[in-house]
């Protein structure tokens, strides 16, 4: 019997989830793509109450920097304090297992008139994440108004040991100035 504590800031939705063996004991959400920082400790702290966590899974992207560094280094955090394990997974891929076709992408906002995107046959990724401007995705089923499924964030398992950020960063050292 596993207790997973789910948390994904990869979107502009804050989500955290309680799922234990695949069941979803609590689930809850705050939307703002800035509100990351205060949305996840209040929203941990409700989801945990009188429960014993195992493990951390955590969306690790793609997404942009600020909400995935709150995410995974709250992740992290949790974890190392509690001596328990911590997980990073595809925040797209537990997007993606909520689509029931055949050939499909999916997309989330990447700000800068941009998506970040990847394409889906039979429910696995084909490629690796990219981010476009969302006319350069060409695909028959786009999906672009869902949010991570936590039950489904918890059940993969292809792991991923760092962030996954697809733009170069904005800030550059003095000395490359």
């Not at 997980?87 to 055949?102: E, K, M």
Request: charged letters at 20%; proline letters at 5%.
């Amino acid at each position: 019997m596993t207790i997973s504590l789910a948390i994904d800031t990869s979107t502009s939705r804050t989500c955290v989830g309680i799922i234990d063996n695949g069941i979803m004991l609590w689930s809850g959400y705050q939307d703002g793509a800035t509100a990351h920082g205060p949305a996840l400790p209040a929203l941990v702290a409700e989801a945990i109450a009188n429960r014993t966590i195992d493990e951390v899974v955590v969306g690790m992207g793609p997404g942009p920097f600020t909400g995935l560094r709150i995410g995974i280094a709250f992740a992290r955090s949790f974890a190392l304090a509690r001596n328990i394990t911590v997980r990073g997974v595809c925040s797209l891929d537990a997007i993606a297992a909520q689509v029931d076709t055949h050939d499909f992408i999916v997309t989330v906002d990447a700000r800068r008139k941009e998506v970040y995107w990847a394409r889906y046959v039979d429910g696995v990724r084909v490629g690796h994440p990219a981010v476009s401007f969302p006319a350069d995705v060409v695909g028959n089923q786009i999906h672009n108004d869902l949010f991570p499924d936590l039950a489904a964030l918890v059940a993969l398992q292809e792991e991923f040991a760092e962030p996954m950020y697809l733009r170069h960063p904005d800030a550059v050292a003095t000395a490359d100035r």
